[in-house]
């Protein structure tokens, strides 16, 4: 893994406009400025974040894999170690990437379908009993 540029928060809150656009997320700082235009979401919902730590609304809008890998192709460094954050979801959020982690959440996931398709079964029972009556 090759090491990031360190940067620290004062840098970053200087680039808050559409001219140049960064925020940090996970402690990772993101130039996103060239995705300003092409974000699903708008320009603005990214400017908001500008020169901001954009953590707490990157994990609460629950992105797709994709997109969380799409961010990393705007990352540019990381914040100094002397000011980086401890986000309340790091415990769970960060251990994703262990294999224990992702078992539990693979079983966990397929448990959770096979409820759904238990109910999705339960409500066309129901739908089929009440047209047939």
């Known amino acids: 893994m090759t090491d990031l540029k360190q940067i620290t928060l004062k840098e970053i809150a200087e680039h808050n ?21 092409e974000h699903p979401g708008g320009c603005e919902v990214l400017l908001e974040q500008a020169g901001n ?16 890998h799409m961010k990393e192709d705007f990352l ?14 790091d415990k769970k959020a960060w251990k994703q990437n262990s294999p224990t982690d992702n078992k539990q959440r693979g079983e966990s996931g397929q448990s959770d ?7 999705l079964a339960v409500i066309v029972a129901l739908v089929y009993y009440l047209i047939a009556a």
């Open 17 to 37: 406009s559409n001219k140049s656009a960064w925020m940090v997320i996970g402690n990772k700082v993101y130039d996103v400025t060239k995705f300003l235009d």
């Open 53 to 68: 730590d954009g953590t707490e609304a990157f994990e609460d809008v629950g992105h797709s894999t994709d997109a969380r």
């Open 76 to 89: 540019i460094g990381e914040v100094v170690a002397a000011e980086r954050k401890t986000y309340s979801y």
């Open 113 to 119: 379908n096979l409820v759904y398709f238990a109910l």
